[in-house]
């Protein structure tokens, strides 16, 4: 795979785990608190900047479908 797709894929994942998580009753401060230490540690600040980008648009679907 070329890096756009394996980051495409990182991103889905993220996605999918994200909203897993919220439907599992963890709340946003907790997956935010996970998120930003091990990604920083582990993957390093441009992932980290994908990764919040990608749990913010879940945050936005869900609010969305809420309202």
């Known amino acids: 795979y070329s890096y756009f797709k394996r980051s495409r894929i990182r991103i889905t ?3 999918v785990h994200t909203t897993g998580a919220l439907n599992c009753v963890t709340t946003r401060e907790e997956i935010l608190e996970l998120v930003v230490p091990k990604m920083i540690a582990y993957c ?14 879940v945050f936005s679907e869900l609010d969305k479908t809420k309202l």
Do not use: D, M, S, Y
């Open 44 to 57: 390093g600040f441009p992932a980290l900047t994908n990764a919040l980008k990608a749990v913010q648009e």
């Open 13 to 15: 994942l993220i996605k």
